[in-house]
């Protein structure tokens, strides 16, 4: 059974101060994804990473891929106000016959502070 | 607005009750996917349909059924509710069975009481 686990669950930061989340997973999968949750509010997607390596930036948002280690991380450089929001990581496995699913980290709730 | 529209928003019924939950998916998608997001179970894969039939099943109770339609819209149907049954509920459209992407629709809450 795939496994997706994020950490930290809470973090608590300071505006201007660099961090990163972490997301392991247990099997492998064939794409990571990140999402932004608003409370209250629907999925937003950030980032799909497809293979080994992968980097991808927007803003102050930045996330990787390494498939070896079965590991991605959401990097915040300089965080804002606006940043706090629960972020969730996900990994898609699929088949041409068996469908699609995702499976989701039980998401990290950033809280900047100014 | 992601183009995937769900009704109703919000929805409080009774115990024991059957409530109907509405998706229509991005033009396009074919590919419509259930998920439940609980405070207890966080956000769990229900079921994937494309175009009409049933793809993929996840942790879908018994009392709980889907369908997808001709027009591609579909419909969750819980029976038999239970308090442990209030969540948000999304759904999500992709183009094709093998997704390059999930758009996520605004979700129900559902409140049992």
């Known amino acids: 059974e795939l496994k997706v686990e994020q950490n930290p669950l809470f973090l608590s930061m300071q505006e201007g101060k660099n961090y990163t989340i972490y997301c392991n997973y247990s099997?492998?999968?064939?794409?990571l994804y990140w999402y932004r949750q608003d409370p209250g509010k629907s999925l937003e997607s950030l980032f799909v990473?497809?293979?080994?390596?992968a980097v991808k930036q927007e803003g102050r948002l930045m996330a990787s891929l390494d498939t070896k280690a079965r590991l991605s991380t959401l990097h915040i450089t300089a965080a804002v106000h606006d940043l706090s929001a629960t972020y969730f990581c996900?990994?898609?496995?699929?088949?041409?016959?068996?469908?699609?699913?995702?499976?989701f980290g039980e998401g990290t709730q950033l809280t900047v502070n100014p | 607005d992601s183009g995937v529209t769900q009704t109703p928003k919000h929805l409080i019924t009774a115990t024991g009750q059957r409530v109907t939950l509405r998706c229509s998916p991005r033009?396009?998608?074919?590919?419509v996917y259930w998920y439940q997001q609980s405070l207890d179970q966080g956000l769990q894969f229900l079921i994937h349909?494309?175009?009409?039939?049933?793809?993929a099943k996840g942790n879908i109770l018994e009392r709980f059924s889907a369908q997808q339609f001709p027009d591609l819209h579909s419909e969750l149907n819980l029976s038999s509710l239970e308090l442990g049954d209030s969540a948000l509920y999304f759904c999500?459209?992709?183009?094709?069975?093998?997704?390059?992407?999930?758009?996520f629709g605004s979700g129900t809450r559902l409140t049992v009481v």
């Open positions: 999500a459209s992709s183009p094709r069975s093998l997704p390059s992407g999930y758009t």
């Open positions: 099997t492998t999968s064939d794409r």
């Open positions: 990473l497809l293979s080994n390596g």
């Open positions: 996900a990994v898609d496995r699929y088949g041409e016959t068996s469908g699609s699913r995702l499976t």
């Open positions: 033009s396009g998608d074919l590919s």
């Open positions: 349909y494309y175009n009409g039939e049933e793809r």
